[in-house]
């Protein structure tokens, strides 16, 4: 069978919602990652330390039966790094991807579970020890270590954010479960998230970030600045430390309690390279995810973009279907216009005055405007208080004394419009 065929295969049974491989070598799943380059997944057993490997037909055989437990995987070049948190081969495992054969053994001293890894792009791996409250840094030239951060609760799973120099750490601290941030220049810790769960367990990105929890046996998502979470899926007992494979849209989800793993995959309906839980716009290809007005519905998707939220939406939005807003940058729901001109009245001097034939900025042509106005040439005025240079009385002759100090550099500020 060629390897098209089997992908096509592996990835149809993937979408079926909670879709599940499993042929009994799982004990205790607590780990996955994903082998782009074998097409497999690994998958590591707590219980045993057998690591097993799930091809893409779904098949499960060992890789390794080395360890006497193993937590996080992460792949770094051609070597499985594994965290063996108990037992005789605790401490930080490394095995060829090729041949399965151990290529590191390094244990930690004073380790107390060494939990999840991530690496960073300056050759450096990062090994959460839960519950001696710290994170390691293992330099990967040549296996030395220190402890990077000495005090930070409880850490789990744990990410790399290459956009803002980064790691990002689930502590399941109990009530306080938190996801905290920790900075590679100088490893200070603040505070990136407070779910309100319980028990924060795996961590895992995709641009925007998924974690799970003991306490609610759900999985969850922020969006990438943390301001929005949302439920994906639950049901599980135990979920730990998910993977989220990026080529495939395939997020794993190791069930401790339920020696399974739980294969959830996401697609991406218009192609844009976002999958539809994270596209603004799934129905229309939008690459730029434009959202004007930050509903969080794409600008193409959006039947009323409106800026200033008033129930009116901006001009120039085609797939708008509310009546067209008067003023968009000010909100004004009456959408009042006492002179007709179709410009609302609340956006009638809303800067600085001077800009008289109201059309972008104050230049000459404001100057022709207020002339022909004041000399009875015909000009109507849209908006008089912009039209008031010197904000005094009415329009008058001394408003276009202001105005042609302003422009001709005599060192007239214009004032503001009222409030």
């Not at 151990?102 to 020890?129: H, K, Q, R």
């Not at 697609?267 to 007005?293: A, H, L, V, W």
Request: with cysteine; aromatic share 10%; proline share 5%.
């Amino acid at each position: 069978m060629s390897r098209l065929v089997i992908r096509i295969a592996w990835v149809i049974s993937l979408l079926i919602p909670g879709a599940v491989r499993s042929e009994g070598l799982l004990d205790k799943p607590e780990g996955t990652t994903y082998d782009s380059v074998g097409d497999r997944w690994f998958v590591s057993n707590w219980a045993n330390g057998a690591i097993i490997q799930i091809d893409s037909q779904g098949s499960e055989t060992y890789f390794s039966t080395y360890a006497t437990s193993a937590a996080g995987m992460h792949i770094v070049g051609g070597t499985l790094y594994v965290a063996s948190p108990e037992g005789a081969t605790a401490g930080l495992l490394g095995f060829d991807l090729g041949t399965g054969g151990l290529v590191v053994n390094l244990p930690f001293a004073g380790m107390n579970i060494p939990n999840d890894l991530e690496s960073d792009t300056s050759g450096f791996l990062y090994v959460t020890d839960w519950q001696a409250n710290r994170i390691l840094k293992v330099r990967l030239s040549d296996y030395t270590y220190s402890v990077f951060v000495a005090s930070i609760p409880l850490p789990n799973g744990i990410v790399f954010d290459r956009q803002l120099n980064r790691l990002l750490v689930c502590c399941s601290d109990g009530s306080q479960a938190r996801i905290m941030a920790v900075s590679l220049a100088d490893s200070s810790v603040t505070i990136a998230a407070t779910p309100g769960l319980p028990n924060c367990d795996g961590l895992t990105v995709d641009g925007h970030y998924y974690f799970t929890s003991w306490a609610t046996g759900s999985v969850y998502q922020y969006d990438p600045l943390f301001d929005l979470r949302k439920l994906i899926s639950n049901g599980y007992s135990g979920p730990a430390s998910i993977f989220f494979d990026s080529i495939n849209n395939v997020l794993a989800i190791p069930v401790l309690n339920e020696d399974r793993v739980a294969f959830l995959s996401f697609p991406d309906s218009d192609g844009d390279g976002y999958i539809d839980i994270n596209d603004n716009c799934p129905s229309e290809p939008n690459p730029e995810q434009t959202d004007t007005d930050s509903d969080r519905i794409g600008d193409l998707c959006d039947g009323c973009t409106d800026t200033d939220l008033d129930g009116f939406g901006n001009p120039g939005f085609p797939a708008n279907t509310c009546e067209a807003d008067n003023c968009p940058n000010v909100a004004n729901s009456n959408q009042a216009d006492s002179d007709g001109d179709s410009v609302g009245d609340a956006c009638c001097c809303s800067g600085v005055r001077g800009n008289v034939n109201y059309a972008a900025i104050v230049d000459l042509a404001d100057l022709s405007a207020l002339v022909s106005y004041l000399t009875g040439g015909g000009y109507r005025l849209p908006c008089p208080n912009e039209s008031n240079v010197n904000g005094i009385g009415i329009v008058d002759l001394a408003d276009l004394s202001a105005l042609v100090s302003y422009l001709t550099g005599g060192g007239y500020v214009l004032p503001n419009c009222p409030t």
